[in-house]
């Protein structure tokens, strides 16, 4: 399969080119640094944007990663937006690899109130087994400004 030209966003099928419309993790990487993201985590941002985990972030995969990551303001989780934004975030904390502890929790958290470390511990664990949970509970908590891309600033004028 032939790769897309580097730094441009997918290509949807019939678009001119016929070439596979899907990013490898190199291609996404070259795009993602350009947004201030350092290179030892663009394989997290890769894995969150995968959200059918196919090993490439196509058309879908990476328009739904922009509608979570670039978002300015909270997103009802009960909604198919906010429920695929949780998806992405819970992606970029790295849970499906390794469970989340109290202590990663407490920074993530935007002013975080829970001062009982025990609290915050069974937080998490409910959060690792219970996607609901984290996209009902922990979600909306999560300080936005460590998972977001600054994709559409105005330029001054």
């Not at 730094?7 to 795009?31: C, I, K, Q, V």
């Not at 407490?106 to 949970?133: P, T």
């Amino acid at each position: 399969p032939q790769q897309q030209q580097k730094g441009r966003p997918p290509m949807a099928p019939g678009d001119g080119d016929h070439s596979e419309a899907r990013w490898t993790l190199e291609t996404f990487s070259m795009w993602l640094l350009k947004y201030g993201r350092k290179l030892k985590d663009c394989q997290t941002w890769f894995d969150a944007f995968d959200l059918d985990r196919d090993g490439m972030v196509g058309v879908c995969d990476f328009l739904q990663g922009l509608a979570a990551t670039s978002a300015r303001k909270q997103l009802d989780p009960s909604n198919t937006r906010g429920i695929c934004a949780a998806a992405v975030f819970h992606r970029l904390l790295g849970m499906h690899n390794q469970p989340l502890d109290a202590k990663q929790l407490e920074h993530h958290i935007a002013n975080c109130q829970v001062s009982d470390i025990d609290r915050l511990q069974h937080l998490a664990q409910r959060a690792n087994a219970d996607f609901d949970f984290f996209s009902a509970n922990v979600f909306p908590q999560l300080s936005r400004s460590s998972f977001r891309l600054r994709l559409f600033v105005l330029a001054p004028m």
